[in-house]
């Protein structure tokens, strides 16, 4: 079956750094990735779509310089928290989309992101 | 970004008894939904999906109702396993426009909790 690898699972970093979040499909080409964030208690709130070889397009207030989005081929996109604070600490998910299928949902296992 | 609620609802079960939860979407032109298992720490899981063209969808031990006209999801699971205690969501899918990709919006997550 389809497999999405999210790395890393677990990150800690300091305020005003930049951490990279990875997401890779396995077994198959994603012409489309999203980015999910989520706190906790809380639903999975859709930050933004990613395109390979096109710019992503982020969801109403979610800061695109913040949440640099990279999708440079059709199975890895990455997410960059840039200068993080302590309230983007956060659960953060992918989910990639096999080239061709119009519904289908893959989903990563997350990256608990937890800046200090 | 685009999310339905702030708050977990929680439905605490027997083993053994069935168990409903239930979800309220959002877009009447969204055409395919998704119930989603989420354990601690996790990524979604998937349990069973259903086309806004069918009102009732099987699955082993699980059962999806579809309600477009008040525009509502229940998720049934048959004789509720320990194992089966976990946050559900309901997703739906919202289809493309002018362009724009399909994704994917989830709603209000429900903690189910089972009593041994």
């Known amino acids: 079956g389809a497999v999405v690898s999210q790395h890393p699972s677990r990150v800690i970093c300091k305020s005003g750094t930049s951490v990279k979040i990875e997401c890779r499909s396995l077994?198959?080409?994603?012409?489309?990735m999203f980015w999910y964030r989520q706190f906790p208690k809380q639903s999975l709130m859709l930050m933004a779509t990613?395109?390979?070889?096109?710019?992503?397009?982020?969801e109403q207030g979610v800061e695109k310089d913040k949440f640099l989005i990279n999708h440079a081929s059709l199975t890895l996109s990455t997410l960059t928290v840039t200068s993080a604070h302590p309230e983007d600490s956060s659960f953060y998910i992918c989910?990639?989309?096999?080239?061709?299928?119009?519904?289908?949902?893959?989903f990563g296992s997350g990256t608990r992101l937890t800046v200090v | 970004g685009e999310s339905v609620g702030l708050h977990l609802p929680t439905l605490s079960v027997q083993e053994g008894d069935n168990s409903i939860i239930n979800c309220a979407y959002s877009?009447?032109?969204?055409?395919?939904f998704i119930w989603y298992k989420q354990e601690s720490g996790k990524g979604p899981q998937f349990i069973i999906d259903?086309?806004?063209?069918?009102d009732k969808r099987q699955g082993q031990r699980v059962t999806v109702l579809l309600n477009k006209t008040v525009k509502h999801l229940s998720l049934q699971i048959a004789a509720t396993q320990p194992g089966d205690s976990a946050v559900y969501f309901c997703?739906?899918?919202?289809?493309?426009?002018?362009?724009?990709?399909?994704?994917?919006?989830f709603g209000t997550g429900t903690l189910l909790a089972v009593q041994p």
């Open positions: 989910s990639a989309r096999p080239l061709g299928v119009a519904r289908g949902y893959t």
């Open positions: 077994d198959f080409q994603a012409t489309t």
């Open positions: 990613s395109n390979e070889g096109s710019k992503a397009t982020y």
């Open positions: 877009n009447s032109a969204s055409d395919y």
């Open positions: 259903i086309r806004s063209n069918m």
């Open positions: 997703a739906e899918n919202i289809p493309n426009y002018g362009g724009a990709t399909n994704k994917l919006i």
